[in-house]
């Protein structure tokens, strides 16, 4: 008797790693706020309308989560970021014409800094927000 082969129908499939499915969840949320709210405004709009969108998705979240850096064991500052959600993405928002270089190095620190893996930075002043989101990993 032969050996059965597996059927692709059959196979059991991979599940996304969580990371990516929390990825998505958040991007789903900054969506819905960006094709409700447009571009054009205040980051704190954005922020205030991305907190509520998250409450209602039930999504936990930090507002303004500090990174504290440290050199040579000494604390010597800290940045806040936009949020941290589920303790696993951080989200940086801006208002801005044009992300630069600093807005991206911000992001990396903030992710070293308190240990996480997967970023995003947005910037909302654009019409197709897909043109405005980079996912950043360390």
């Known amino acids: ?3 059965q082969k597996a059927s692709r129908e059959f196979l059991p499939r991979r599940e996304e790693k969580p990371f990516r499915t929390m990825t998505k969840r958040v991007i789903a949320g900054i969506q ?3 094709s409700s709210l447009g571009p054009g405004l205040l980051e704190t709009v954005y922020e205030e309308a991305l907190a509520h969108e998250f409450q209602l998705q039930g999504l ?3 507002r303004q989560k500090e ?6 064991g000494m604390n010597i500052g800290w940045h806040r970021g936009d949020f941290l959600v589920e303790d696993e993405v951080v989200v ?3 208002s801005v014409e044009k ?3 600093i807005h991206e190095a911000q992001l990396m620190a903030s992710l070293r800094s308190l240990d996480k893996r997967t970023g995003l ?4 002043n654009v019409v197709r927000l897909s043109e ?3 996912k950043m990993v360390l």
């Not at 990174?67 to 040579?72: D, G, T, V, Y």
Request: aromatic residues 8%.
């Open 121 to 124: 930075l947005v910037k909302m």
């Open 67 to 72: 990174a504290n850096f440290n050199h040579k």
């Open 99 to 101: 992300i630069h270089g």
């Open 60 to 62: 936990r979240f930090l």
């Open 32 to 34: 819905e706020v960006h």
């Open 92 to 94: 940086e928002m801006k």
């Open 132 to 134: 405005g989101i980079k």
């Open 1 to 3: 008797m032969e050996p």
